[in-house]
């Protein structure tokens, strides 16, 4: 069973940056495409970032691209989300999630596409 757990979100003035890391046990790390979401209460799950198993190719949200940036250490078992610029929109619970297939489905904006999930970090931006 795949475990992830996030961390590195707080409260941060409008214009900041924040690193999430996300720590993943129970499988072998580079055999796992990654995810990122966010929520806010009342509404669904929004993608942010998607990084394949190797870290060669990334994908992002419309409403952090240019802001966000995916990375992975497969050395030590995590991804990263670097968010710059930060806006009180940003304002969420954000999720790191993976499937269990191997390669990162074509439908990897989708919650759903997903097999496991962290607890989420809370990220606060003050404007």
């Known amino acids: 069973q795949v475990r992830l757990v996030e961390s590195g979100g707080g409260l941060v003035q409008a214009g900041g940056s924040l690193r999430l890391s996300c720590a993943a046990s129970?499988?072998?790390?580079?055999?796992?495409?990654m995810g990122w979401f966010r929520r806010t209460p009342g509404k669904d799950y929004e993608f942010v970032a998607a990084?394949?198993?190797?870290?060669?190719?990334?994908y992002y949200g419309d409403s952090v691209k240019g802001r966000f940036t995916i990375s992975r250490d497969n050395a030590k078992s995590t991804v990263f989300l670097q968010m710059n610029s930060l806006k009180p929109d940003d304002t969420a619970v954000y999720y790191c999630?993976?499937?269990?297939?191997?390669?990162?489905?074509?439908?990897?904006?989708?919650?759903?596409?997903?097999?496991?999930w962290g607890q989420g970090t809370q990220v606060t931006v003050s404007s």
């Open positions: 999630a993976a499937p269990s297939s191997w390669s990162l489905p074509t439908t990897y904006k989708i919650p759903r596409t997903y097999d496991y």
């Open positions: 129970g499988r072998t790390f580079s055999t796992l495409s």
């Open positions: 990084i394949t198993r190797s870290g060669g190719t990334t």
